[in-house]
């Protein structure tokens, strides 16, 4: 994965404590109606937990998209095209404890009480 500006991100450095993982597009109806979800679980559990919003669209792309729509989270390139990490469709989001164990996974838009309950699973 890479920021928005081309710099590498590991998973790793993200891993100390809960985080969650969503894959998305900007050409997605569902993922778009999930993002303002994502934002404001981002503001409700703060650094309690890494939201990471992940597309394999361009970097330019994204970036046009976050500036537009003023999104604040963190959102970064996948340098692979999903297919090759396995994901067929879109969105995805994975949540992963502190000690980066996945706890669970949903294959389809999240509304905003269900984001903010799989949060809470992980936190505790």
């Known amino acids: 994965m890479q920021d928005l500006n081309g710099k ?3 998973l790793k450095a993200l891993a100390n404590k809960p985080m969650v993982l969503n894959f998305w597009g ?6 778009l109606q999930e993002i303002p979800g ?4 981002g503001k409700q559990f703060g650094d309690k937990v890494n939201i990471v919003l992940i597309s394999d669209e361009s970097p330019e792309k994204i970036a046009a998209f976050r500036q ?3 999104y604040q989270l ?5 340098s ?5 990490l396995g994901i067929e469709a879109v969105p995805v989001t994975y949540f992963y404890n502190a000690a980066g164990e996945l706890v669970t ?3 389809s838009a999240l509304n905003e009480n269900e984001l903010s309950a799989a949060i809470r699973e992980i936190i505790q």
């Not at 900007?26 to 993922?31: D, I, L, N, V, Y």
């Not at 963190?74 to 996948?78: Q, R």
């Not at 692979?80 to 090759?84: A, C, G, V, Y």
């Open 38 to 41: 994502f934002e404001k679980a």
């Open 8 to 10: 590498e991100i590991a």
């Open 105 to 107: 996974a949903k294959k």
């Open 74 to 78: 963190l959102y970064v390139h996948s």
């Open 80 to 84: 692979k095209p999903f297919t090759d």
């Open 26 to 31: 900007t050409w997605c109806g569902p993922c």
């Open 68 to 70: 537009k729509n003023n």
